[in-house]
């Protein structure tokens, strides 16, 4: 088993008034050549914006971009049309760059912040036709692994489909609980970041916003020391 893990503390950080943001992997201003990817995990950044805030409109290109709100909520728009779109906690949004896709997120609410991650993930192949969707999520269970991302052809009316091998999960637990993860090929590896909580994976003790990445293995045990809320991304190590 190999095991790289990322201290909350040690993210890249900038706190520009309207937007808090922190990046686990190299992005905008954050350079860091140890942390540019795991494998075609390429962003995970952890972002509250400030009531009436957001980000106006901009580019992306052949990349799979997943957001996850936590509290509060994002409004959406871009070039295909989909404006005005709001997501909240208990949705997901995924969106294929592909070919090339403009669009803005905003906080749609003028006095509450709005926190949510935003995950990249590196496409199975360049050149994708762009497209845009909003995933109700199933009501959580607590103590199971719940499936929110799943590669083409595997996702349901539940669960966002991106174009690549990649599974997302999240897990509501309670204090001693444990789940198992079994990964779905040899060549993948996990990375587990604690939304909320401690737990213990892989013979480490991670808490709120720490990151593990685990490879070389078959199967990831998480075991809570404390309620907690986690995010597991189970993606190729070669693309």
Do not use: C
């Not at 050549?33 to 962003?43: C, I, S, Y």
């Not at 993948?188 to 909320?196: A, M, P, R, T």
């Not at 892989?202 to 998480?222: H, K, M, Y």
């Amino acid at each position: 088993m190999k095991k790289t893990v990322h201290r909350a503390e040690s993210r890249g950080h900038f706190d520009h008034g309207w937007l808090d943001t922190y990046h686990t992997f190299s992005f905008a201003r954050y350079y860091d050549p140890h942390r540019v990817h795991f494998g075609a995990l390429r962003v995970l950044n952890d972002d509250t914006v400030q009531g009436g805030e957001g980000f106006g409109t901009h580019s992306h290109e052949n990349m799979e971009i997943v957001s996850i709100p936590l509290e509060g909520i994002l409004e959406h728009g871009d070039s295909m049309g989909n404006n005005g779109r709001q997501l909240r906690p208990g949705e997901i949004q995924v969106m294929s760059a592909g070919t090339g896709i403009r669009h803005s997120e905003f906080n749609g609410s003028t006095a509450a912040p709005v926190r949510f991650l935003q995950i990249w993930v590196i496409p199975e192949r360049r050149g994708l036709t762009p497209r845009y969707e909003n995933i109700r999520l199933e009501e959580a269970v607590r103590g199971r692994l719940q499936p929110i991302v799943a590669p083409y052809g595997h996702g349901s009316r539940h669960v966002g489909w991106i174009h690549q091998r990649a599974w997302f999960y999240l897990g509501t637990l309670d204090a001693g609980q444990s789940v198992v993860h079994r990964l779905h090929a040899q060549e993948h590896g996990v990375y587990l970041f604690v939304i909320e909580g401690t737990v213990n994976a892989a013979g480490e003790t991670l808490g709120r916003r720490d990151g593990i990445g685990i490879s070389d293995t078959a199967s990831v045990e998480v075991t809570t020391g404390t309620p907690a809320r986690i995010l597991l991304m189970e993606v190729p190590m070669n693309w």
